[in-house]
């Protein structure tokens, strides 16, 4: 029975040590190449539209088909992940999205290109998901925050490496005269990093929460029992922390569709469609605005690399703040500022100030990408349901994407960068009434005192 290993109390009063090192490498690196996944077709678009390789029209559809794929890719793991562990579901899904990047970069034509993209978003979507979920029940609540944050950091780090490199390949390539090969190599690079990790990181550990929960107590107390041993290396440990004043309940998937869960899935689900709208309705779109406006290719991404750097900026920041700020505050300060940079911007022409008041937008997206996806979403459910919840909310978020491609190009046609930038400014305010009004505030608090009876009762907006 849950509770006889008391896995979370004995994780949550470990320090931080070389043990959550090694497990934040064994995830992180993953998670890298994930990001560099993720953000390619802001490398990669701009590349193919310009050589005649892809039109207008395709690129959406790429985005659309990588969407897709994350929407089945993180529902599918949720059950995966809660059903047969945190372990075994990282190496499937990199595994998929390893392979499909490879295969990728020797697409004949656009259509194959698309249709192998689905497959990589299928890992993509599984790879968030379980990521962040893991690192939530390995690190102490002190620090949690921090840790997840700087997670995200590395996952986010992703967009200003694809954006370095393609740009680097661009000019090497030019030097051959073969412009064109830029996006088939960094297909290549993201795949064949993601196999490295697969390999990697099958010295990853099961998570001893997920083990508690589903009655493997004698394998969860092992696994503690080991964890104990290296990080105390022989000195004596402090004691466990104290159990919720209330019992834990057990929660089963229909706990989601009512209260209390169900306030936190809409506050799941309404923040990761707000942040993946932005990142794949405005961010990746940068370096295809650029050429359309008439850059050159290696123009736009100087551009862009400038732009996105804030995005690494940005997430270090979101790591930093949320623990001595909490959650709800520094999203709402974090939305509220890209409201006001993302009003700007579609009014700034001068060649000088536009990466400047890009760079400036920028921040405090990532910060809010870091929050979300990172720190936030995944400490809302108790353990039993995590993966599941966030997979649901995770597909929300990717569902809504997979038509944001068609809303932003009708958009930039008819009325540029202001109009697709408006649309972010509707769904920025959304974020801060849901999160201000029904969201809850998670910062130092153990998951099993936010899974319990009291904790899931206690007013929702409070901080």
Not at 175 to 198: C, D, E, N, S, Y
């Amino acid at each position: 029975m849950p509770g006889q290993v008391n896995a979370g109390a004995r994780l949550d009063r470990l320090p931080f040590s070389s043990f959550h090192r090694r497990i934040m490498a064994l995830i992180g690196v993953g998670m890298f190449f994930d990001g560099f996944d993720l953000y390619i077709a802001a490398a990669v678009l701009g590349a193919t539209l310009q050589s005649g390789f892809s039109t207008l029209q395709q690129n959406a559809q790429f985005i659309s088909a990588t969407f897709l794929g994350m929407m089945i890719g993180s529902f599918l793991t949720g059950f995966l992940g809660d059903r047969y562990g945190r372990r075994f579901t990282y190496q499937f899904n990199l595994a998929i999205f390893g392979v499909a990047s490879v295969l990728s970069a020797f697409a004949p034509n656009m259509e194959t290109l698309i249709a192998l993209r689905f497959f990589i978003g299928v890992g993509l979507g599984a790879e968030i998901v379980v990521g962040y979920g893991t690192m939530t029940e390995f690190v102490p609540p002190q620090s949690r925050g921090k840790w997840l944050g700087f997670t995200a950091f590395l996952v986010i780090s992703g967009l200003p490496a694809t954006i370095l490199f393609a740009r680097g390949l661009a000019w090497a390539m030019g030097l051959f005269g073969a412009p064109a090969l830029t996006w088939r190599a960094m297909f290549i690079i993201g795949g064949v990093g993601a196999l490295v990790v697969w390999w990697l990181r099958k010295r990853l550990p099961e998570s001893p929460r997920w083990l508690e929960s589903v009655g493997r107590n004698a394998d969860a107390e092992a696994l503690v029992s080991a964890i104990e041993k290296e990080v105390s290396a022989g000195a004596p440990l402090p004691l466990p922390l104290p159990l919720p004043p209330a019992p834990v309940p057990e929660h089963k998937l229909g706990s989601l569709l009512s209260p209390p869960l169900l306030g936190r899935m809409i506050v799941g689900s309404v923040s990761l469609v707000v942040i993946n709208t932005l990142i794949f309705g405005f961010v990746t779109w940068l370096p295809t605005f650029f050429v359309k406006q008439g850059m050159s290719i290696v123009q736009s991404y100087n551009y862009t690399l400038i732009i996105a750097l804030g995005a690494p900026a940005g997430a270090a920041i979101g790591a930093l703040s949320s623990d001595r700020w909490g959650r709800r505050r520094t999203i709402a300060i974090s939305a509220a500022l890209a409201m006001v940079f993302g009003a700007i911007y579609p009014f700034v022409s001068d060649p000088v100030l536009l990466p400047v008041a890009g760079l400036a937008l920028m921040i405090p997206i990532y910060i809010l990408t870091a929050l979300l996806y990172g720190i936030y979403v995944p400490e809302l459910f108790p353990t039993e349901l995590r993966l599941r919840a966030t997979g649901i909310c995770n597909t929300f978020g990717r569902g809504a994407t997979i038509v944001t491609p068609f809303i932003v190009v009708p958009l930039f046609v008819n009325f540029g960068v202001g109009g697709v930038l408006s649309l972010m400014i509707a769904l920025l305010a959304l974020e801060i009434l849901v999160v201000l009004t029904i969201g809850i505030e998670p910062g130092g608090r153990r998951l099993e005192e936010l899974a319990s009876g009291e904790a899931l009762g206690a007013g929702a907006a409070g901080d």
